[in-house]
């Protein structure tokens, strides 16, 4: 048969032309682990946490095309398989009282030290208006948002997701490759001042990276923090460049890096199972990365941010934040609002 089973659309930073990648008869691939990208080629998504319900996921490029912009895409798209592949679920929704909980258990585990940081995230879910499509929404992110990766990915055992996320997690191709460390949160304008809280929390996540880095490479640099811009959120961000002398553990560097403590915590396995025990939520595939690999030889992997799930009757939207022994509820909480209106003013 020669129809669509999976696809993703993908805008990458201050580009105008978007890439479509298609997969043609049977399901994406399933990896076990991070490790087992190496030498694959395709569109990766990967979940917060492999499990049996939330696989790494591999498809395969049958068929790539690229657009002069998010516009043509909409001509083209098949707009009703799109839509079949929507799986269904009941609304479940996540209250503030949900997070408080979350907070104070989050919140006591780093005063007692057992963690010097963890991010607690949320979800929400907003009612989908009939007739506004998964494409739509796609073009309108594009067309809002120019500084970040825009991202589209429908497959029947993820179901269809759409991010508009900021955060590098590996990109580079050949010898030349860069990450970032992006962390710290302020509404965005030409003087952000930022706090000690939000210097530490983005300090933890570039030491992370520096640590892993070491192992990988002898050459690398480091710039910044800088402000820099995500839709009306300013962030702190530290780039990374490195060379690798050979792609042969480009699977193993994702397993290293992933999940950074922009999205997990410190230590990073304890505060995985942590977030994966406490959290009220499943997270699936947001904080996880997704993006093309290896493909033309290029890879862009990014961190699912700024995220949500379509069902048919609505969307569940996520975001998180990073707490610190000395975080307040109330300012986190307002975070992530401002984090999840990325994605809500999409149906404004
Ligand atoms: C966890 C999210 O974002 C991450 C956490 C940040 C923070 O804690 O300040 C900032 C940028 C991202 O690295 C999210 O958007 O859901």
Redesign the pocket.
Known sequence: MNETTAFAIYRLPHQQQCVLVDQIGGLPRELPSCAELCGCEGFVMAPFAPSADCPILLLRPDRVYTFACADHVKALIPVDSVENIESQIEPQPFSHADYQVDFANFHEHLVNGEFSKL?L?RSVDIKRKPGLTAISLFAEACRRYPRVMVALVSTPQAGTWLTATP?ILLSGSGRFWQTMA????MPYSDKVRWSDK?IQ?QRYVATYVTEVLEHYTSDFTEHGPRTVRAAHLA?LRSDFHFTLSNTDRVGELIQALHPTP??CGLPKDEARQFILANEHHDRRYY?GFMGPLSLHDTTHLY?T??CMQLFNSHCRL?????ILPESNEQLEWQ?TEA?LDTMRRLFQ
């Open positions: 991010v995230s955060e992006l962390a710290g949160t939000n929390e962030h922009a999205v904080s961190v941010l700024r996520y975001a998180g934040g990073g975070e984090k």
